[in-house]
């Protein structure tokens, strides 16, 4: 498969994760032959994937929501700047421990961490797939170790700054 097709099928499987599309929609990616690329199993898998993103997009904001919420609640009383530089302080300080731990993980045993990760999110052997089916073909094990690396990365880099900026501003 060459680097545009590639890119064409990514894209499209990112556009029905992300977008309010149904999974038939990934049937209008056909073979040469004019089948669809997709088995049966790899649209039900996309679907559960798609479902299991909605739901932490969905977390994310309300937690997102909750914390600015409860951030301007501060803000509004009297004498609770040093309140707010603590909790930013401790809750930064916890998510790096943590962060630290999850990407050594990652580095050192990506294949436990994508194991464990699979085993509870998604229904037993309904995420296990042959090297030669498209999902794999698509979004290897290495794509999967460099994104879990990168966002366990982009985290603790963010939680380094929250860290620092509640020490010294």
């Known amino acids: 498969m ?5 890119n064409r099928l990514a894209i499209n499987a990112i556009k029905f994760l992300v977008g309010n599309l149904d999974v ?29 993103i909605s739901r932490v997009l969905r977390l994310w904001k309300i937690s997102g929501a909750m914390l600015i919420a409860a951030l301007l609640w501060l803000c509004i009383r ?17 998510v790096i421990v943590m962060l630290i731990g999850l990407l050594a993980y990652i580095i050192i045993n990506f294949d436990g961490f994508f194991t464990t990760f699979h085993q509870m999110v998604f229904e037993s052997g309904t995420w296990m797939f042959s090297y030669t089916d498209m999902l794999i073909r698509l979004f290897p094990p290495r794509f999967w170790s460099d994104v879990a690396t ?4 982009t985290s603790l880099f963010e939680g380094l700054l929250l860290w620092w900026g509640a020490r010294y501003i």
């Open 2 to 6: 060459d680097a545009d097709t590639r």
């Open 24 to 52: 038939s929609y990934l049937n209008n990616d056909i073979d040469v032959y004019g089948d669809p690329i997709y088995s049966n199993r790899e649209l039900s898998h996309m679907q559960d994937v798609k479902s299991v």
């Open 78 to 94: 009297p004498n609770t700047s040093a309140i707010i530089r603590q909790a930013v302080t401790n809750g930064s300080g916890v």
């Open 150 to 153: 990168y966002i366990a990365a």
